[in-house]
T-cell receptor, first 113, second 110 residues
Framework: DSGVTQTPKHLITATGQRVTLRCSPR?????VYWYQQSLDQGLQFLIQ???????AKGNILERFSAQQFPDLHSELNLSSLELGDSALYFC????????????FGPGTRLTVL | GQNIDQPTEMTATEGAIVQINCTYQ??????LFWYQQHAGEAPTFLSY????GLEEKGRFSSFLSRSKGYSYLLLKELQMKDSASYLC???????????FGTGTSLTVIP
C-alpha cells in the first residue's frame, strides 16, 4: 500500500458524459501527478500540482482539467468523454516538486461505452 | 521532443540474471527512474540514477550513461514474482515532468 488513495476504483460511463476522479496523496506529500495508461501506450503524463498550484502540463486534452485543493487532495475532471478515453488513470504523489520518487495510487479504471 | 525506447518483451529463467535496456532522447534530463508494474496494479519505484554509474539495491541494480542516453536495469537471482512490466522514466530539466517508456514485459519461467 503506497498510501495514495484513488476513488472510484472502476467507472463505467457513456460517450459524451463527464466524470470526476479523486486522489488523496500520502500524508505530507505536497506534489500530485496525474497519468493516463491505455492498453497500447505507456504511462502518459497529464498534469502536476504542487501545494495547490499547477506546475507542469503534459499531454492533457482540453476536455480534461484538474485541480488540487487546500487539503491537498486532487480531482481530475474528464468531460465530453470519447471511447478512446477508456484507460487506467493513475495519481501519484511525492514530497517535493519532482525531485523525489513518486508513489502511485491503485488507479481508476475508466470504461467509456 | 522525448523518445524513450525499451524492448517490448523479454523472457528469463528463474535464478538467472536479466538486463533490461532503456535508451532515451530528451530535450532535457534530470534523472532516470525505473518502476515495476504488475498487471492491473500501480507502478512501484525500483531505482533512480541522476549521475553516471551503477546504483545497487539488493537484487536490483541500475546503470546510467548520460553521454550515451542509455540505462539498464539488472535483476539478479530471478524469482517468479519478478514477472512484471518494467518501466523506464526520464525526468525533464524542470524536474516537474516525467516521460515513461512503454515498458518491458518480463516473463520468468521455471
Amino acid at each position: 500500500d503506497s498510501g495514495v488513495t484513488q476513488t472510484p476504483k472502476h467507472l463505467i460511463t457513456a460517450t459524451g458524459q463527464r466524470v470526476t476522479l479523486r486522489c488523496s496523496p500520502r500524508s505530507g506529500d505536497l506534489s500530485v501527478y496525474w497519468y493516463q495508461q491505455s492498453l497500447d501506450q505507456g504511462l502518459q503524463f497529464l498534469i502536476q500540482y504542487y501545494n495547490g498550484e499547477e506546475r507542469a502540463k503534459g499531454n492533457i486534452l482540453e476536455r480534461f482539467s484538474a485541480q488540487q485543493f487546500p487539503d491537498l487532495h486532487s480531482e481530475l475532471n474528464l468531460s465530453s468523454l470519447e471511447l478512446g478515453d477508456s484507460a487506467l488513470y493513475f495519481c501519484a504523489s511525492s514530497v517535493r516538486q519532482g525531485m523525489d520518487e513518486q508513489f502511485f495510487g491503485p488507479g481508476t479504471r475508466l470504461t467509456v461505452l | 521532443g522525448q523518445n524513450i525506447d525499451q524492448p517490448t518483451e523479454m523472457t528469463a529463467t528463474e535464478g538467472a540474471i536479466v538486463q533490461i535496456n532503456c535508451t532515451y532522447q530528451t530535450s532535457g534530463f534530470n534523472g532516470l527512474f525505473w518502476y515495476q508494474q504488475h498487471a492491473g496494479e500501480a507502478p512501484t519505484f525500483l531505482s533512480y540514477n541522476v549521475l553516471d554509474g551503477l546504483e545497487e539495491k539488493g537484487r536490483f541494480s541500475s546503470f546510467l550513461s548520460r553521454s550515451k542516453g542509455y540505462s539498464y536495469l539488472l535483476l539478479k537471482e530471478l524469482q517468479m514474482k519478478d514477472s512484471a512490466s518494467y518501466l523506464c522514466a526520464v525526468r525533464d530539466r524542470t524536474g516537474n515532468q516525467f516521460y515513461f517508456g512503454t515498458g518491458t514485459s518480463l516473463t520468468v519461467i521455471p
